[in-house]
């Protein structure tokens, strides 16, 4: 799945929108596992903009992991800022069929 793309005025607001929240989902030791994407994607599906809190990796780990996660779950990564990311997915219309 595709990794969703905003404009940089959407980016902004987001990431204004962002600011008050605590982090949903906290990734561990065990590192980004199949049940920690389907917990990101829940989260997602119920809130749209969340905070993903990734601890216990350095920089280029922290990076992978975000890209990682906004394809897994189609998914656009608002801002990564030290061990916390943002993501964002608009729910989809309860009128589209598909």
């Known amino acids: 799945m595709p990794s969703l793309l ?3 005025a959407e980016r902004k607001a987001l990431a204004a929108q962002a600011h008050p929240l605590n982090p949903v989902v906290l990734l561990g030791a065990a590192g ?3 049940a920690v ?3 990101i994607d829940r989260a997602l599906a119920a809130h749209e ?3 993903v809190r990734l601890a216990g990796m ?3 780990a922290r990076q992978a992991a975000s890209e990682q996660i906004s394809d ?3 998914s656009a990564a ?3 800022i030290g061990n916390v990311l943002v993501l964002y ?3 989809p219309d309860e009128d589209d069929p598909a």
């Open 58 to 60: 350095d920089r280029d």
């Open 78 to 80: 608002v801002q990564l």
């Open 6 to 8: 905003l404009e940089k």
């Open 89 to 91: 997915r608009p729910k």
């Open 72 to 74: 897994s779950t189609s």
């Open 49 to 51: 903009l969340i905070k």
């Open 32 to 34: 980004l596992t199949p």
């Open 37 to 39: 994407l389907q917990e």
